[in-house]
Each structure stands twice: as C-alpha cells, then as structure tokens.
Nanobody, 113 residues
Framework: QAQFAESGGGLVPPGGSLNLSCAVS????????MGWYRQTPGQSRALIAL???????NVLDPVRGRFTISKDNVKRIVYLQMNDLKPEDAAVYYC???????WGQGTQVTVSS
C-alpha cells in the first residue's frame, strides 16, 4: 500500500522559512505524480504544488513565487521549500500521490510572532 510520511513542520515567525519533507514508499513513488496539500480548520485539503514523475513542477496561487517543490529520486523524498511565510500559510501540510486515496499524518505549520 502506498505510504506518505511528512515531516519538517513547526513554529516560524512571519517572513521565515521551512523545508518540509515527505518520505514516499517505493510503489507510490514510481506510480504517482506527487502533490503537496494543506488544510486549515473547517476547510478541505487544497492542492498547492505538484511534481510529476518526470520532474515537471507546478506551484499554485497563493503560494506561487514563495514555495518550491522538488524531489530526490534516490531517497524517494519530496520536498516543499517554503519562504516568506505568512500567517495565512498556517495549516496542516500533507503530501500524497495524485490519484492515491491514502493520506499521511500531515505536519503542522504555525506562522506567528
């Protein structure tokens, strides 16, 4: 079964940076394009960035220009580099294979002074 394990969240002041990591099982890494999602209380999980199996990327508004998605094909890790964080970026962040129905536990990001 596909597995995704997020890490790297924490508390950061506005304007700060975090680099999230997602360890992906071998079967999932070879089968799926990968996405980073985030969820705030009362809202659905929303896709914010994706990377294809071949390495193409797309980062969506409102994080475009501040967040970057990348991956390490040897370690099977997908990264989300988050810069210039804003209070509205506070959320639980998840990674998942696009089309997979399996979710990891997520990692909490808090942006506060």
């Amino acid at each position: 079964q596909a597995q995704f394990a997020e890490s790297g969240g924490g508390l950061v002041p506005p304007g700060g940076s975090l680099n999230l990591s997602c360890a992906v099982s071998q079967d999932a890494f070879s089968a799926y394009d990968m996405g980073w999602y985030r969820q705030t209380p009362g809202q659905s999980r929303a896709l914010i960035a994706l990377i294809t199996k071949s390495g193409g990327t797309n980062v969506l508004d409102p994080v475009r220009g501040r967040f970057t998605i990348s991956k390490d094909n040897v370690k099977r890790i997908v990264y989300l580099q988050m810069n210039d964080l804003k209070p509205e970026d506070a959320a639980v962040y998840y990674c998942k294979g696009i089309g997979s129905h399996v979710w990891g536990q997520g990692t909490q990001v808090t942006v506060s002074s």
